[in-house]
């Protein structure tokens, strides 16, 4: 079993930056691929960045077109540990962020694909 828990949201102005973390669990931590998710009220879940064990293709990294350029997804395993780093933030980008692990290595962009889930952190972009 792995727990995880984000931290870091909050309130910040439009084209403000905003560093999301995602403390997990366990030990196997570095095999997992994980992904970040984030929902606005009213509407789908939706996948933001994920990212890859580092055994599997180097720690490679995907984003929503929506992110990309944007934000960056990193993990450190010595510490079981993923970022976002959320730069340029827009109206748009308001919404609860979630931490998902995937015990396979791939980190996959669709949410079904994923085993544990935090319980969220809310992240607020005002004009």
């Known amino acids: 079993q792995v727990q995880l828990v984000e931290s870091g949201g909050g309130l910040v102005q439009a084209g403000g930056s905003l560093r999301l973390s995602c403390a997990a669990s366990?030990?196997?931590?570095?095999?997992?691929?994980m992904g970040w998710f984030r929902q606005a009220p009213g509407k789908e879940r939706e996948f933001v960045a994920a990212i890859t064990s580092s055994a599997w293709l180097g720690g490679s990294t995907y984003y929503a077109d929506s992110t990309k350029g944007r934000f960056t997804i990193s993990r450190d395993n010595a510490k079981n540990t993923v970022y976002l780093q959320m730069n340029s933030l827009k109206l748009e980008d308001t919404a609860v962020y979630y931490c998902?692990?995937?015990?396979?290595?791939?980190?996959?962009?669709?949410?079904?694909?994923?085993?544990?889930w935090g319980q969220g952190t809310q992240v607020t972009v005002s004009s």
């Open positions: 998902a692990a995937d015990r396979l290595p791939y980190g996959p962009t669709r949410a079904t694909q994923y085993d544990y």
């Open positions: 366990g030990r196997s931590f570095s095999s997992y691929g």
